[in-house]
């Protein structure tokens, strides 16, 4: 879970460098993560050193799903012209973890967050009409 992942994270990178030599990256991804076409590039330049030199790479699943929606969200702005560098670059990203990646999911992990979702929201935000607040209050009353 995420409130456990710092921990963990620092705990098993220790464990494998001092049992194996192993090197072990984290990243984090949530819905403020800023894509610009620098740390995209930056990014796709570290997953290509992490696969090269064979180290560990530690993510929650949160993470990877607010990549997938941030590369959504750029899709949506690409397809209004614009951000077609970050686009492809993300999509490599994207690429590289998908058939480079060997996910593992702990039990706890997967039986605490079974009712967990990520989701943004895309659009022009809208005000609620009156009349739907006011038949809210009503029944709530």
């Known amino acids: 879970p995420q409130p456990l992942f710092e921990s963990?994270?620092?705990?098993?990178?220790?464990?494998?460098?001092?049992?194996?030599?192993?090197?072990l990256k984290s990243f984090?991804?949530?819905r403020?993560?800023?894509f610009t076409e620098s740390n995209l590039q930056t990014l796709l330049?570290?997953?290509k050193s992490i696969q090269r030199n064979k180290e560990c790479l530690i993510m929650t699943?949160?993470?990877i799903q607010c990549l997938i929606l941030k590369f959504i969200e750029m899709a949506i702005v690409h397809a209004k012209g614009g951000k077609e560098n970050e686009l492809r670059i993300m999509?490599?990203?994207?690429?590289l973890l998908n058939q480079s990646g060997y996910p593992l999911i702990d039990e706890v992990d997967t039986v605490?967050?079974?009712?967990?979702?990520?989701?943004?929201?895309?659009?022009e935000p809208k005000n609620v009409k009156?009349?739907?607040?006011?038949?809210?209050?009503?029944?709530?009353?």
Do not use: P
């Not at 605490?112 to 659009?123: A, C, D, Q, R, W």
């Open 91 to 95: 999509r490599q990203v994207l690429s």
């Open 112 to 123: 605490l967050n079974v009712l967990h979702e990520v989701s943004f929201n895309s659009g």
């Open 130 to 141: 009156e009349y739907e607040i006011t038949l809210l209050i009503e029944l709530y009353g």
């Open 45 to 47: 330049d570290d997953l």
């Open 32 to 34: 403020n993560t800023e």
């Open 28 to 30: 984090h991804f949530d």
């Open 61 to 63: 699943s949160k993470s």
């Open 8 to 23: 963990v994270a620092s705990d098993t990178k220790r464990i494998l460098e001092d049992a194996f030599s192993q090197s």
